[in-house]
């Protein structure tokens, strides 16, 4: 299943993509795509709707693809030629970090640098999306606990984020710097998340072209990994981190100003698309 949220900001409605591509209104069946809604049980219940049934919303603004999300929490450097490029070493363990929830946006909602910024940069991302409550499970079933991926823009300010003193928090909690979705794609749909195509283009011109095959922790490990330091519970998100091809990587490095366009998909997640502007 393809579950999204459609509607304006605070008032999105939960939804399915049919398999012509029509959107179709679940709010007569669950309050939200959240908590329980998609939980093992939550996604048995959905699936067996069948979607003709269901009313057809017509097309508008598309909302982050899950609600009440209570922790975004991101890995660093998990792409071995990505932390070749920004002239780090893979780190022996994940390096973890947290991304603001009010930094969450929809997949096509405007982003906004921020003040005094002058290094906003892109990462495109996995983003998985966690089911069921997760507390020291094993990698062999850590699968078990996750409701499905989507594609997550892990925006980044590179000087908030390493010049400015501390950790990386500052540089990726800024609002708007959290585009997840267009689509929660459940996971019976995606046959192996580490053999998913990943792509990001600034203006037309492709900036990343890569494949969750380089990712050094892959999904199932992250999410056992995660669950011995805390637990996880459903609507939570993690960015699983981004293969090469980011501004600050480049020679001379580029950032994006008011008026890019940032377009972003994975294979089977769908795609998104932001213009840049300045936050007054
Ligand atoms: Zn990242």
Avoid at 68 to 74: H, L, P, S
Avoid at 152 to 160: L, N
Avoid at 217 to 239: E, K, N, R, T
Avoid at 242 to 269: C, N, Q, S, Y
Wanted: glycine share 12%; net charge negative.
């Amino acid at each position: 299943m393809k579950l999204m949220r459609v509607g304006e900001i605070g008032q999105e409605k939960p939804a399915m993509l049919d398999a012509d591509g029509k959107i179709r209104d679940l709010s007569g069946h669950v309050s939200d795509i959240a908590g329980a809604s998609i939980s093992p049980e939550g996604l048995a219940k959905l699936a067996a709707i069948d979607p003709k049934t269901l009313p057809e919303l017509q097309p508008g603004r598309i909302g982050a693809c899950v609600a009440g999300t209570g922790k975004f929490i991101c890995i660093g450097l998990n792409f071995s030629d990505h932390a070749a490029e920004t002239g780090a070493a893979v780190p022996p363990e994940p390096v973890i970090f947290m991304k603001a929830t009010s930094a969450i946006v929809g997949p096509n909602d405007n982003v906004l640098i921020p003040r005094g910024s002058e290094k906003t940069d892109w990462e495109v991302e996995l983003g998985v999306v966690i089911g069921k409550t997760a507390k020291y499970v094993s990698e062999a079933d850590a699968l078990d606990y996750v409701a499905g991926y989507c594609v997550s823009h892990d925006v980044s300010e590179r000087a908030f984020q390493t010049e400015r003193a501390g950790q990386w928090t500052k540089g990726k909690s800024c609002d708007t710097f959290g585009p997840i979705g267009p689509w929660l794609v459940t996971k019976d749909e995606i046959a192996d998340p580490q053999n998913l195509g990943m792509w990001l283009k600034v203006n037309g011109e492709t900036m990343q072209n890569g494949s969750s095959k380089t990712m050094v922790y892959g999904v199932a490990f992250v999410v056992s990994y995660l669950s011995q330091f805390m637990s996880l519970y459903p609507g939570d998100v993690i960015s699983t981190g981004t293969p090469p091809g980011v501004g600050m990587g480049m020679k001379p490095p580029r950032f994006l100003r008011a008026g890019d366009v940032v377009e972003l998909g994975i294979e089977g997640l769908g795609t998104q698309k932001q213009t840049f502007q300045a936050d007054l």
